[in-house]
């Protein structure tokens, strides 16, 4: 049995959860989500408590088991707390700021680049300690938007420069050597 298909989702207060066959609507105070999972995945709802279930013990159900649980816990969690994925902008003369809702991006290109939020995320820019927030309510989403914004100027492994994940560690390499 999958040991995180096995835990309960305890629903928070606040969100309401519903269940129409194999979809799963969350509604909560961020915003709303829904999903549909497999139908070879029996989802309940019992008490404020959500209970994932597999109808066989086969490879695929047995993956999807776990899986499906965390998706659900992920749409029960982002509309009552959300999500944040923090990057940070590294160079000489590389900035981040805000124009409207909108995050300008001056990262050694001969333009600024700016990035438009999708519904449902929001950015902030702190240029004092060079961070960039990508917030919002879809895990998924959040992900991606902060992927996005990460591909405009990767992380080069000579200088460090560009715009990397707030845990991520840039591998140093050593640049050429000198004549001797």
Do not use: C, W
């Amino acid at each position: 049995m999958s040991r995180i298909g096995r835990l309960p989702v305890v629903i928070p207060k606040g969100v309401e959860v519903g269940i129409e066959g194999s979809t799963v609507r969350v509604k909560g105070p961020r915003g709303e989500l829904h999903h549909t999972f497999p139908p070879s995945i029996e989802i309940a709802l019992q008490d404020g408590v959500i209970e994932v279930k597999r109808a066989s013990d086969e490879r695929n159900d047995r993956s999807l088991h776990g899986m499906t649980r965390a998706l659900i816990n992920n749409m029960v969690m982002g509309v009552s707390s959300g999500f944040e994925r923090i990057l940070e902008v590294n160079g000489v003369g590389y900035r981040a700021e805000m124009q409207g809702k909108n995050l300008v991006l001056y990262v050694g290109y001969s333009h600024p680049v700016v990035m438009e939020p999708p519904a449902g995320i929001s950015f902030e820019a702190d240029m004092r300690i060079r961070q960039i927030k990508v917030m919002g309510y879809d895990k998924q989403m959040v992900g991606q938007v902060a992927a996005n914004i990460r591909k405009v100027r990767p992380p080069e492994p000579y200088k460090g420069k560009g715009i990397k994940y707030i845990e991520e560690k840039i591998r140093h390499k050593a640049g050429k050597t000198g004549k001797v």
